[in-house]
């Protein structure tokens, strides 16, 4: 069965389209479990109706015209409950519905199992029999295994044909939307342009080379040419992002040098290999190597590898070069999105980014919200290739790409953009005012930073301080750990800049989705393993430099404060105070003037919530993580599209722990924050300000929307909405009562802005 099973989903892999695939299925598995009939119901949602889409043994004329109600007969039966059906004698089942034109009276044997895709039931696979006889476990099995083999399949088919605007039964479709994960948010409406790699680099043959000396000469004048045309990128996007950023493409430049890829790529041909067969093993090699990490940051430099090796192959390949129309209104589309890919199209005209992999962490994501870009990540069920020159909607809020928008929606999302642009207009005079309530209450408003780009705009939208600076930004963009006056010089920039204000510095926090590539973490479950403080507590000369680094940059500035990322237990928090004061003691000794400055602990770990009272005796200040948080206490990874709609801080779960750690901190009178996406959700911001939060930090883009927010109510107000929905035991009824407390301040209009679910 299992051969039998391998060889249907490979067939209808192969099918052109939906009829091809179905019609395959009906025929294969017929065949399969040797019955007289078996049949695909879909669901079409536009006719509210399951759809008899195909069938071997039942009258085919019948295909395409007969349908029954949703919940009507035995396949909306199963259907409903999401469950097989199997039964000696169909004719007898009160749910029994004869439809006449089928021809099925003569069968009485029936076994029904439901398609399901993310939850959603597509429709209803029947087999049949003359027979009066159960189906026995085996037979069943088959079917259900089968089913959920080709409910993907199935679901993809589905959306080809949303994409061309036709339902399972021919009728005309709207607003078929596409789940995936925000990358940067935003809306937009725009023209895709699907971009692909420059050259296959999966579809090169090895051959030996006729002239290697040729071969190596050849090869070295097209790693040139792709080496000034990352130069030339870097130029262009000169103004549209930091020079950190921009730097990206001077690491793209360095991967291609005759020490690193391009050596191995010449050492390969002077084996006796052609260039292109060289480049190609190389680069797959390579990328095997990062994708076997199971690390999604080294993931993205896979994705990188492939792109920058394509972009040799092409030139290899003596093409033209690719003449790319871009409209007025481009949504960039691709299988997999590259900083490359992005800085080719002219920023006037780039409206938006969909990439079918990749995560809120990947290169062009990060790229994507510097530039104010809406971007969606992680499109997985995305028809990306059928894109081309249609008009999509791009949701970067929700993380959702809608394909043949409806004249209504689509007025709706350009009244949204309409009202974002006058929104953003409205804040503006909120820049210099106080954060506080009508009632007086003050709460103070930091930022979270990685790059001086961010720094920039933070103090543009009129930021009290840094809550986090993530320190792992400049290690992630480069080729080597960067040394202690290197980071001296980084971190000074950012403590210049926002001097005298505070800025809290988080010592390295790699591991997880955040992997260096010249320090590979590989691990089977790398978010339950080496990340964070243990790294760098097991490695003390890289945190004791980073430490020293810090406290040097912040001469005669004094506003900088130290955080511990991902602290699990007592122990963790003594080393690390140690060895701070130990390169404290040593720049002293050195003749330094430094002073020692505040440090505290993040929350982030369920852990650390059940300790938060330990932690707060044994460090200046507390700080909650909120987006790990959430993802350790519901066990969900926001970035993986398959579960990211689990994810929500709203859960009641969440909200009784940060509730606890306030409680906890304020009980040793230390000051407690909260840094992450939450902090940045004007509706979340006013539950946390309730319970007792003294500094929210968010990012810069939604500072003046929280600040607005915070402004049009009392303390009063907040306090009795933290009561109620502490009483709730939904995420979904809390985010509701939220909103309606929103609506009656008056500032729903804001409810859009950096959700969290």
């Known amino acids: 069965m299992l051969d039998r099973l391998r060889s249907i989903v490979q067939e209808v892999n192969a099918a052109k389209d939906l009829q091809s695939t179905l019609d395959i299925i009906v025929s294969r598995v017929r065949k399969a479990m040797g019955t007289q009939v078996c049949s695909v119901y879909l669901l079409d949602k536009e006719l509210d109706c399951h759809v008899l889409m195909a069938s071997e043994g039942l009258n085919k004329e019948a295909v395409g015209h007969v349908s029954l109600q949703v ?54 696979l029947v087999v049949q029999h003359e027979d009066r006889r159960r189906f026995d476990e085996g037979e069943e099995a088959f079917l259900i295994t089968l089913s959920a083999q080709l409910a993907g399949v199935i679901a993809h088919a589905e959306a080809t044909g949303a994409i061309e605007g036709i339902s399972p039964s021919g ?135 492939k792109d920058l090796c394509s972009r040799v192959l092409f030139y290899l390949q003596e093409k033209d070069p690719i003449e790319t129309e871009y409209h007025d209104n481009t949504i960039l589309v691709s299988e997999e999105l590259t900083p490359a890919m992005l800085a080719e199209v002219p920023k006037e005209k780039l409206k ?72 953003v207009k409205g804040l503006e005079g909120l820049k210099d005012l106080p954060c506080e309530t009508a009632d007086k209450h003050r709460v103070h408003l930091w930022v979270n930073t990685g790059l001086m780009a961010d720094v920039m705009q933070s103090l543009d939208q009129g930021a009290e301080g840094i809550g986090l600076f993530r320190t792992e930004v400049p290690f992630l963009l480069s080729e080597r750990f960067p040394s202690e006056q290197e980071q001296s010089v980084i ?34 479950n790398p978010f339950l393993g080496w990340r964070g403080i243990r790294v760098t507590l097991d490695h003390p000369e890289i945190f004791t430099a980073q430490i020293r680094a810090m ?34 003691r040593e ?14 602990v993040m929350i982030e770990l369920p852990a ?21 948080l959430t993802q350790y206490l519901l066990a969900v990874d926001r970035n993986n599209p398959r579960v990211a709609n689990l994810y929500t801080a709203f859960h009641p779960a969440v909200l009784s722990a940060l509730q606890q750690v306030v409680t906890m901190a304020q009980a040793e009178g230390k000051p407690v924050s909260i ?54 035991d939904d995420a979904q009824m809390i985010r509701s009562a939220v909103d309606l407390a929103l609506y009656n301040a008056g500032v729903d209009r804001l409810l859009r802005s950096s959700r969290t679910n």
């Open 171 to 305: 009728h005309k479709t709207f607003d078929t939307v596409f789940p995936g994960v925000s990358g940067s948010s935003g809306v937009a409406i725009g023209q895709a342009v699907v971009v692909f790699p420059h050259a296959d680099l999966s579809k090169i043959p090895q051959r030996h080379a006729r002239d290697i000396e040729k071969e190596i000469e050849f090869f070295k004048i097209c790693l040139n040419s792709v080496r000034n045309d990352m130069r030339d990128l870097h130029a262009k996007m000169a103004g549209q992002v930091a020079e950190e950023e921009r730097q990206l493409f001077d690491v793209y430049v360095r991967m291609l040098d005759d020490s690193a890829l391009g050596n191995e790529v010449v050492e390969r041909i002077k084996m006796g290999s052609w260039a292109q067969g060289a480049l190609a093993y190389v680069a797959n090699e390579h990328v095997r190597n990062f994708e076997a990490m199971n690390d999604s940051y080294l993931s993205e430099r896979a994705i990188d590898i």
């Open 71 to 124: 919940g009507e007969g035995l396949v909306g039966l199963v259907a409903k409950h999401a469950e097989p059906i199997n039964l000696e004698d169909a004719s007898l089942h009160p749910s029994f519905h004869y439809l006449k034109d089928t021809g099925e009276e003569n069968f009485h044997a029936f076994l029904g199992v439901p398609i399901i895709h993310h939850r959603s039931v597509l429709g209803v």
């Open 587 to 600: 720049l002293l000794q050195e003749g330094i003037k430094v002073k020692y400055p505040p440090v505290g």
């Open 675 to 728: 840094c992450g996406e939450m902090a940045g959700d004007p509706g979340a911001a006013v539950l946390l300000m309730a319970m007792g939060f003294d500094v929210l930090s968010m990012n810069a883009a939604a500072l003046l929307k929280v600040k607005s927010v915070i402004r049009s109510l009392t303390m009063e107000v907040a306090q009795d909405l933290l009561e109620q929905v502490m009483e709730l």
């Open 491 to 524: 971190y000074r920039e950012q403590l210049e800049a926002f001097a005298p204000k505070v800025v809290t510095m988080r010592t390295l926090d790699i591991g997880g989705d955040k992997s260096l590539p010249y320090f590979p973490i590989e691990e089977a």
């Open 352 to 423: 938006g980014l969909i990439s079918v992999k990749g995560s809120g962490n990947s290169h062009v994501a990060i790229l994507a919200r510097t530039m104010g870009i809406p971007t969606v990540m992680g499109a997985v069920d995305l028809p990306y290739s059928q894109l081309e020159g249609r008009e999509v909607i791009l949701d970067g809020y929700k993380g959702e790409v809608i394909t043949n928008p409806s004249e209504l929606l689509r007025k709706r999302y350009l009244e949204t953009i309409e009202e974002e642009n006058q929104l």
């Open 608 to 628: 650390a919530v059940y300790q938060a009272r330990t932690l707060a005796k044994m460090v200046d200040f507390i700080s909650v993580g909120s987006n790990d």
């Open 551 to 584: 406290l040097r940059a912040s001469v005669g500035l004094e506003n900088l404060q130290i955080m511990l990322p991902m602290i699990s237990n007592v122990n963790e928090v003594n080393s690390a105070k140690q060895l701070i004061k130990k390169a404290f």
